[in-house]
């Protein structure tokens, strides 16, 4: 997101007098902020989009917060959720965390540390916009794959899975890494305990060390309670540390101490706690030549590659494709409105013949946009290559259906730029249109990560989506 100051905050509790105040003091520091008094409320003022963050309280009648979290995660999983409780135990945050909450608030609030925490929400969401939820493993059973490079990968996990030895996931952007180290917890002794994901290049280093580590009450402005760190949410789990390689070198030596030593000390804080903790990493980087280029400490990579494991490519592994697009169409039809919802023998051989710079994470993205645009329940070949050809770098020739360019005359200028924009601009409204103002299924919908669609809007002067 562009700027904090335009987020859409949504906040829920069903004491009406404790609701405004709270909403009263978001929308003073620049927020668009809106109060509902339940859990049934919220999901209502969902429906009709416009929320890039919730704080509900946890304990409401009827739906209470952590309801609303579940059903949340459920229909809009990369909306960052904050709780806010009178009972602010490290139970219950261990609890909220391992539901899916982003954050948890204690009452009595304070005005910094609400805003404080809002804001390193919607920039944690960036992130996780940039990097949309790849394919989830099976309910009943490991991740979709047969193909000979998964059942290697997947050899590995589970062999080292029943033990403490960290394992680093290496391999390209949405090749599945978060979902291996998942598969990995689920398969571990610890798979009753928590699963904590950090995603190390979404935030400064400031806010990277208050996440990992917490902070005692009055370590910074805004820290008016003491607040435990993602190591002590996930003590007796596995804690995930997702893009390791773009942690900076102040970081690594954190780490270093971490992994290494397995303590941590709060921010603010005289004495050293112990991290009970299985250590998971993944990185698409090249950590032997940073090492080399001195960018990443050599000391740090070999307490991290105990075991690497390698997920493998879409290319490399196109037997999957069938089974991979038949999971995703199934879920994402549920998702969005559409149950029953198949995929045509033709449309499969189309998507197993299509390129996937993407991986994993492009496919699933794809096939979103095709069920949405779909006209029927089966989806056939030609819808497949409609959306193919809409893609960045498709040629000419394959998108002549597609709605030419707009005029000289219809465009606000002759400039090949303001052309670009007005083109930009038609396309940004039809998806929000499409969307019913929902920007998450706007920006799945243009093949762009949330933070692109925000930055668009700013770009292309839309105040009103």
């Not at 003590?235 to 102040?250: K, N, Q, R």
Request: aromatic share 4%; with cysteine.
């Amino acid at each position: 997101m562009s700027s904090p100051t335009r987020a859409r905050v949504l906040v829920v509790d069903d004491d009406r007098a404790v609701g405004m105040v709270l909403t009263a003091l978001i929308s003073q520091a620049g927020h668009q902020a809106r109060y509902v008094g339940s859990g049934a409320e919220a999901l209502a003022a969902l429906a009709s989009g416009g929320v890039d963050v919730i704080v509900s309280d946890v304990r409401m009648p009827g739906m209470d917060g952590m309801e609303l979290l579940a059903e949340v995660q459920r229909k809009h999983s990369d909306l960052p959720v904050i709780l806010l409780t009178a009972h602010g135990t490290v139970s219950l945050a261990v609890e909220a965390m391992k539901n899916g909450a982003t954050d948890f608030l204690t009452k009595p609030f304070d005005r910094d540390e609400v805003l404080f925490t809002i804001g390193k929400a919607l920039t944690g969401a960036k992130d996780a916009a940039e990097k949309p939820p790849e394919a989830a493993p099976s309910k009943d059973g490991p991740i979709v794959g047969t193909s000979e490079a998964m059942r290697d990968a997947m050899k590995r996990l589970e062999k080292a899975a029943p033990t403490m030895a960290t394992v680093l996931l290496r391999g390209e952007s949405g090749t599945g890494k978060e979902v291996a180290a998942r598969e990995l917890h689920r398969l571990s002794p610890r798979a009753k305990g928590p699963f904590v994901a950090v995603h190390c290049g979404a935030l400064p280093d400031n806010l990277l060390e208050s996440e990992l580590f917490g902070y005692e009450k009055g370590a910074f402005t805004g820290a008016t309670n003491r607040k435990p760190g993602r190591v002590e949410l996930a003590s007796g789990g596995t804690l995930f540390l997702d893009e390791i390689g773009d942690v900076t070198p102040a970081v690594q030596v954190k780490l270093l101490r971490l992994l290494q030593e397995r303590e941590f000390q709060r921010l603010g804080a005289t004495s050293s706690e112990k991290a009970d903790v299985r250590f998971v990493a993944a990185t698409h980087r090249n950590l032997e030549q940073m090492v080399k280029e001195g960018a990443f400490r050599e000391d740090l990579f070999y307490r991290l590659n105990v075991v690497p494991v390698v997920m493998p490519a879409l290319r490399d592994r196109r037997v999957d494709v069938p089974a991979l697009a038949t999971r995703f169409v199934a879920r994402l039809g549920e998702a969005n409105g559409r149950p029953g919802i198949v995929l045509g023998p033709d449309a499969m051989r189309v998507l197993e013949q299509a390129d996937w710079p993407g991986n994993v994470r492009e496919l699933q993205n794809f096939l979103e946009r095709v069920v949405v645009f779909a006209d029927g329940d089966v989806i056939g070949a030609s819808e497949i290559e409609r959306e193919l050809a809409s893609r960045p770098g498709a040629s000419p020739s394959v998108s002549s259906e597609r709605p030419s360019a707009p005029t000289s005359a219809s465009v606000s200028g002759d400039t090949l730029d303001a052309q670009r924009k007005d083109a930009e601009r038609a396309a940004v409204r039809e998806a929000l249109g499409k969307a019913k103002g929902n920007r998450t299924l706007a920006a799945r919908l243009l093949g762009v990560s949330r933070r692109t669609l925000y930055n668009k809007l700013d770009e292309l002067g839309i105040t009103d989506a």
